[in-house]
C-alpha cells in the first residue's frame, strides 16, 4: 500500500492554457475526493466519486473544470481555460468506508 | 454544519506540552470532534476522533468537556516535526464517507 499518488506534484501553465491532474487511490478504496487550499487556508471540497459515479460536486466547481473516475480507480481532473485564480494546491483524498480520509501530496498549480 | 473557532498560530519549544482548543458553540447532538494534521507540501492527515470525555492514541489526546461547546487537543512533549498545521473538524463520525469543512486552522511552529 503506497499512499494516495497525485501527478504531476507541481504544474506551471499560461493562462488559458487547459489542464490535466492525474489521482491514484489506495487500492480499493471506493471513495475519492477533490479538494483545493489556496495559500493560509484549510482544504475546500470539490468533488467526490463513489465507485466511477460523481455523486456530489460544490458550487466552487465552476464549468470549466471536469472530474472523472471512468473505472472507478484513478481519477482526473481537468481545468479548462486557466485563470490566475485557479492557482491552488489540488488535494486529492481517498477512503474505504466509514474510516478517515486518506490524503496525497497534493499538485501544485500556477497560472501565469 | 457547526463553525469551528480555534486561534490562528501558537509558538511553543521543543518537549513542551502544547493544547490547541477548538471552540464549536452550535455543535449537534450526533457531531464528532476530529481533529486533522497538515505538513508542510503535503495533505492532512487524521490524527483523532472523539464525542465526550478523553481519547487518547499514541500522537495525541483530545479532551472534550461535558458541554461539547469545545474540545482542546494536547500534544505531549512537542518536536521540531510537529510543526504544522492542525484543523478541528466538527460533524458525523463517519469522516470517510463525505465532504470535509476545514476553517483555517491553526499554525504550530516548534522551536528548538
Request: with cysteine.
Amino acid at each position: 500500500d503506497t499512499g494516495v499518488s497525485q501527478d504531476p506534484r507541481h504544474k506551471i501553465t499560461k493562462r488559458g492554457q487547459n489542464v490535466t491532474f492525474r489521482c491514484d487511490p489506495i487500492s480499493e478504496h471506493n471513495r475519492l475526493y477533490w479538494y483545493r487550499q489556496t495559500l493560509g487556508q484549510g482544504p475546500e471540497f470539490l468533488t467526490y466519486f463513489q465507485n466511477e459515479a460523481q455523486l456530489e460536486k460544490s458550487r466552487l466547481l465552476s464549468d470549466r473544470f471536469s472530474a472523472e473516475r471512468p473505472k472507478g480507480s484513478f481519477s482526473t481532473l481537468e481545468i479548462q481555460r486557466t485563470e490566475q485564480g485557479d492557482s491552488a494546491m489540488y488535494l486529492c483524498a481517498s477512503s474505504p468506508d466509514r474510516t478517515e480520509q486518506y490524503f496525497g501530496p497534493g499538485t501544485r498549480l500556477t497560472v501565469t | 454544519l457547526a463553525k469551528t473557532t480555534q486561534p490562528i498560530s501558537m509558538d511553543s519549544y521543543e518537549g513542551q506540552e502544547v493544547n490547541i482548543t477548538c471552540s464549536h458553540n452550535n455543535i449537534a447532538t450526533n457531531d464528532y470532534i476530529t481533529w486533522y494534521q497538515q505538513f508542510p507540501s503535503q495533505g492532512p492527515r487524521f490524527i483523532i476522533q472523539g464525542y465526550k470525555t478523553k481519547v487518547t492514541n499514541e500522537v495525541a489526546s483530545l479532551f472534550i468537556p461535558a458541554d461539547r461547546k469545545s474540545s482542546t487537543l494536547s500534544l505531549p512533549r512537542v518536536s521540531l516535526s510537529d510543526t504544522a498545521v492542525y484543523y478541528c473538524l466538527v460533524g458525523p463520525e463517519d469522516t470517510g464517507r463525505r465532504a470535509l469543512t476545514f476553517g483555517s486552522g491553526t499554525r504550530l511552529q516548534v522551536q528548538p
